[in-house]
């Protein structure tokens, strides 16, 4: 045995118990009460503590490039900062280029991926060229490889049609892969980001409004509409309106797989964010909804129609937000000149454990919104998402009477502002295991660039809306 959490009380999606969490190799090896330490075993004292799952990020954009720059944060910084807010796994995004065969895609960004990763790490892609049957059919190699989930985007120019979308449904069913989609419509979003700007109207708020709940939610009822004639599972990721929340829970009800994602910043920041000073440091897709949207989503993670929580992570500097006033050219910019997306990696288990400390949902709740359903959704539960013997020792000890104030001068990504500066959360972790190894103790990085390893996912066969 070489490490020994003991005295903690140990939290899973199901229950709640006071045990000794061993871990050997890098494994857990047993879960139970007074275990035994070897002589060269270490022993942490986790009295008072929550022994949790490491969280799985489902939802990540490291090294992206977007709106004419690259995200800030690469894999080293990205995963650096996950670790530091309890992430132990995050699923990145590939974006297929036109083309590419997507094991061929898979190797291009693993290669980025691998010397830099500090914690473990496994991708989505996503498609944008499927126009050949060989380009289809590659979809194939990539579940083979072991990584099963793809996701459409039907907004921004490297989105697909509604045709194509059907098309990787249709495979997915026949592969085992799991089709996630980024539902905006994107049609209506140009309408009306050109008569905003004939307008003259240039601020981040239009933004917003040119991306409102409506050409949010339409696109999510057609998306589910296009799974169901497939015959397939779907994942819609960071649902942020109540319409589109509505029309999973009734897709749900009646039996269909369809799963949906949100984001910690959809649960804590509504529209009225875009009236601030620096609006355009919020500005990211889809963006923030009013009220009545916020509390719809707070529902469906209450009723279980929430399946996962996730960042949705793509930080950009304040001097890039900037581009929203004056491009890099010096020519006046607007809202479509801002890279759109968030730091967030950091803030997401803390958040969501903090509302659990606050009472608002409970902790086997958070726990299995940010840990165990990832794992079950994008086939990883063999090896990640829960305390159980035989899986990875990703553990977080978190120490619900450590209050903490976010900063950006807190935080371990390489960005220069963080959106959430100021919010009071109700506990803390306080040590990160990834695979056994303490990757963050007390506020210090103690990883190591590199260490992360590729997961590889079983193929994903969803059939109901139970996971
Ligand atoms: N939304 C963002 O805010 N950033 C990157 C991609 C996306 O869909
Ligand atoms: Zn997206
Ligand atoms: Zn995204």
Known sequence: MDLLIKGGTVVTAESTF?????VTNGKISAIGSNLKADKNTEV?????????????DGHTHLAMPFGGTISTDDYYDGTKSAACGGTTTVFDFILQQKGEPMLDAIKRRDALAAPDAAVDYSFHIGVSDV???????SMEDAVKFGIPSFKV???????VDDGSFYQVLQKAAKIGALVGVHAENRDVNNVLIAQ?????????????????????????????NLAKMAGTSLYIVHLANKQGMEAVRAARDEG????AETCPQYLYFTSEVYKRERARDFVCSPPMKNKESQDAIWAGIKSGDIATVATDHCPFTQAEKDWGITKPDGTPGNFTTIPNGCAGIENMYPYMLSEANKGRITFNKAVELCATNPSK??????????LRVGLDADIVLYDPKKNFTITNAAMHGATDHTIWEGAKLKGYPVATYCRGKLVFKDGEFLGKRGEGKLIKCKPIKLKTPEL
Request: proline fraction near 4%; include cysteine; aromatic fraction near 14%.
């Open 377 to 386: 959704l994008f086939g990883l539960d063999y090896c990640k998402g829960a």
């Open 18 to 22: 006071k045990a000794d969490v061993a």
């Open 196 to 224: 905003y700007l004939a307008e003259g109207k240039t601020d981040a708020w239009w933004h917003y409004m040119s991306k409102n709940e409506s050409v949010e939610g339409e696109a999510d009822v057609r998306a589910i």
């Open 44 to 56: 942490v004292d986790a009295k008072g503590k929550l022994v949790l799952p490491g969280a799985i």
């Open 153 to 159: 985007f039907m907004v921004y120019d490297f989105g």
């Open 131 to 137: 126009t050949t049957p060989e380009l289809l059919d």
């Open 256 to 259: 269909y797989p369809i799963f």
